[in-house]
Structure formats: C-alpha cells, structure tokens
C-alpha cells in the first residue's frame, strides 16, 4: 500500500527543491476534503472542507515549515527564529526537532493557546515572551535575522508559501478540478497567498481550466485589508489571526483582486457560533481562527452572494484541541453524578 511521504516528496515536481537535496518530513499534507452536507444545505451549494488540523502538529503551517525548515538544513543553519500567535511555532519547534536544529520562538505574552505553547514546549523550543503583539514580535525576528547567524521561518522566508501552495493542489487533485470559491481566514496572509500561487501554477501547467475566486475573512476587530490599512491594536478571541500589519500584503491584495474574491471582516460572535456549528453539525473540532471561513460563507449566504450550487471549499486552519479553554467558555460543565448503578444512568440519560 502507498504511504503518503510528506508535501516534498509528494509534490517534487512543483517544489524548488533538488534531488541531492535533504528533504524532512512528518507526514503532513494529504489532509482531508470532506463534504459538509450540512453546510451545503444551508447555503445552497456544495460545499468541502479541507481539514488542516490534520496535519502532523495539528495546523497547516507544517506544509510551509517542512519546507522552510528543509532549505534552513540543506543552507547549514543551526537555528532557525519565528514570530508566532502560536502555530507557527508549534510548527517550527517540532520540524526543528526533526531536522536537529535549534529554535527560538518570540509570542506575544499572555495570548497563546495553551495547546499551542504545550507544543512548543515539548518540542524543546526557546520561548520568548514579548510584551506585546504579533506585529512587534515579528518586527524583532526579522531585525534577529538581519544581524544574527539564525534563519527566519515565518512566510516572509519564500520556502514557507511554497510548502503552503500544495493544499491547493490537493484540492484539485481530489476534486478533479479547481473549485469555484475558495474560503479561508487571513492573519499574516502568507496561507491566502499560497493558495493562489498554487491554483495559479496548477492552471499555469495546465492540470486545471480554471482558479477560484478567494474570500477571505479576518476578524472584525483585527481587520487590516478590511480598513485598507494596518491596524495598531487588534483585538479578537481568534488569537492566532489577532494580527494587525500583515507581512504578506501585497500577495494577499493580488489574490483577492486577481481572483475577482474578497476579503471581509466576521465578529467573534460569528466566529465562535461558526466554530460550534462546525464541531456540532459537520463532526469537525476546530480552533476559533479556523471557524472565520465558515463563519464567512454564512454571512455571504446571507447576503444573498452565494451562487447557487456553487462548488466551494474551505480551509478549516488548525485543530479544534490547541485551545480547549476558548470552546469551553461559556458552557455548561457541571456534571451529571450517578453512583454506580444502570437504573441512575439510564435516569439521568433521559432512557
Ligand atoms: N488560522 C490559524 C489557525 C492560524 O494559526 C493562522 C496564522 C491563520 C489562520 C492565518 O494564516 O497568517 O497565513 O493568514 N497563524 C500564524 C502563527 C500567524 O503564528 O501561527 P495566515
């Protein structure tokens, strides 16, 4: 039987990367698309979701880090630095791990998911707290980078959106063609970037006829494209998209202009109510973040923008597991004592 090899060697052909080459791998990518029936009633069209929590460290960041991390091996590096809401540096820290590097993270203090920080942890990264967000943390790993011997490996490093691109050819590849839309949240914009290089080249080469038009969807409160211009303070229960001056700007207004898409603002009130939904009605478990795509195309239904019977895909980013603390709060887990006794439990199962 064929078992999946990681991005690299999967997507070789597509990859700047040579055959002398060291190449890591974890196994991410050959996530899941699964149909969403629930979600397509609903809107009127047939939607899939790409399920990126799958991946090895539970994001899709580990398409972009296993290439990044494998170019930083293959140049010599010895330690590689990211800025993170926290993903990424789970990411990071484990490939790091794999490829016998060190890693040296900077968060911004106090607004990582415990998940999220466990990972870093236990893979044996370097935390760096900063007091402040994910914009000042960055603005520091880039100035490490410039006049230290470490190698940055957030999306600014071009390897990241390479790795990152090949979610698009999966897609293609399970759906035999692109899809008409495709949904997803945008933080930094690196992953909204990616998808469209990567439909692009797809088209490029003539595997595919056609590209999707992108929506993406920020956070009300942390809604840089959406103002047109970087946002000081962002400010969402969304912590991994709480970003206020994208790295990827330019690339993630090409994708949206380009594509003839979007990219719109959902509150936190949608995006937790997206995330319930999702957990509820489709059976996926996903981070807050990971819901704004979803909570998206229902406010487009509602607007009355969803063509109907429209082939739609979206990106749920990272595991619903990273952050329990968010999708418990608010709920109600006073439980239900019995003694150890069936006519108590089936009492209090209503049976
Ligand atoms: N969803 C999740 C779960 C994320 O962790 C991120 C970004 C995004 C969406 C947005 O993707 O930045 O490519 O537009 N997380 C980064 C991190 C910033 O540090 O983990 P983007």
Redesign the pocket.
């Known amino acids: 039987a064929h078992q999946w090899r990681g991005v690299l060697a999967e997507y070789s052909d597509h990859l700047p990367f040579s055959s002398t080459d060291t190449l890591l791998s974890l196994g991410e990518g050959g996530t899941p698309l699964v149909a969403a029936p629930a979600l397509s009633a609903k809107v009127g069209a047939e939607v899939h979701i790409k399920v990126e929590g799958q991946n090895p460290t539970g ?1 899709f ?1 580990d398409r972009g880090m296993v290439s990044a991390m494998s170019k930083a091996l293959n140049d010599g590096a010895t330690t590689v630095v990211c ?7 789970a990411s990071a820290a484990a490939y790091a791990a794999a490829a016998g590097l060190t890693c040296v993270v900077l968060l911004p203090e106090g607004k990582i998911a415990a998940g999220k920080l466990a990972q870093a942890v236990v893979h044996g990264a370097k935390l760096v707290q900063v007091q402040g967000n ?1 914009d000042d943390c960055l603005e520091i790993a880039r100035k490490l980078d410039a006049e230290h011997p470490v190698e940055l490996v957030n ?1 600014v490093n071009p390897y990241r959106l390479q790795g990152q691109k090949t979610a698009a050819f999966e897609i293609v590849d399970a759906l035999g063609a692109a899809p008409d839309l495709h949904l997803l ?8 970037s990616a998808y469209w290089m990567g439909y692009q080249e797809y088209r490029e080469k003539g595997i595919s006829d056609s590209v999707p038009r992108m929506w993406g969807f920020q956070a009300a409160g942390a809604a840089p494209f959406v103002a047109g211009r970087p946002i000081l303070d962002p400010e969402t229960v969304a912590t ?2 709480r ?1 206020g001056a ?1 790295a990827s700007w330019d690339l993630a207004v090409a994708a949206r202009d380009d594509s003839g898409g979007s990219i719109d603002a959902v509150t936190d009130e949608q995006i937790l109510a997206a995330q319930a939904l999702l957990a509820a009605e489709v059976g996926i478990f996903v ?1 807050p ?2 819901a704004a795509g979803v909570a998206g195309l229902l406010q487009k239904a509602e607007q009355g923008l969803v063509p109907a019977g429209a082939r739609i895909v979206i990106t749920v ?2 595991n619903g597991l990273k952050d329990v603390d968010t999708a418990l709060s608010g709920r109600d887990l006073t439980p239900t004592v019995i003694p150890v006794d069936i006519s108590a439990a089936a009492e209090a199962m209503g049976l």
């Open positions: 994001s960041k800025a993170s809401t926290g993903n990424t540096s994910f999306s949240p945008v933080g930094n914009a690196g992953n909204i991994a998209i970003i994208p981070e973040a990971s980013t990272g």
